[in-house]
């Protein structure tokens, strides 16, 4: 999936929960066009993240716990030369091998190449 997709995704969860919009897992998962199960792994990675999302079965709608908690989700794309790309993967030039999107990350840079 394309990256900025996902976070797309992971924003638009983000308000549904911050509203408590969600609806019953059937209704969200619909709203978000994936399956249930995607639903349940994207909902159980953020709160690997540390989100305090819970599930109010009266109410029928996913919530954070502590209403104060706050989601930043942020980017930021940079074009870097090849004699960066060389840096970033060791004297390696990753494009070569993987014609399609690929992420490293190096000296708190990260890196997109395609």
Do not use: W
Not at 41 to 65: H, Q, S
Not at 85 to 92: A, N, Q, R, S
Request: overall charge neutral; some cysteine; proline content about 3%.
């Amino acid at each position: 999936m394309n990256f900025v997709k996902q976070i797309e995704r992971i924003k638009r969860v983000d308000k549904h929960i911050k509203h408590k919009t969600t609806g019953d897992p059937e209704e969200f998962s619909t709203k978000l066009d994936i399956s249930k199960r995607q639903l349940f792994r994207i909902i159980e990675e953020l709160k690997d993240y540390g989100a305090p999302i819970e599930y109010n079965r009266t109410l029928k709608t996913f919530y954070y716990k502590d209403e104060d908690f706050e989601m930043k989700v942020n980017f930021t794309i940079q074009f870097i030369t090849e004699q960066d790309e060389k840096e970033i993967y060791g004297g390696f030039v990753s494009r070569n091998l993987f014609p399609c999107h690929f992420l490293a990350r190096n000296n708190n840079i990260l890196a997109l190449a395609i």
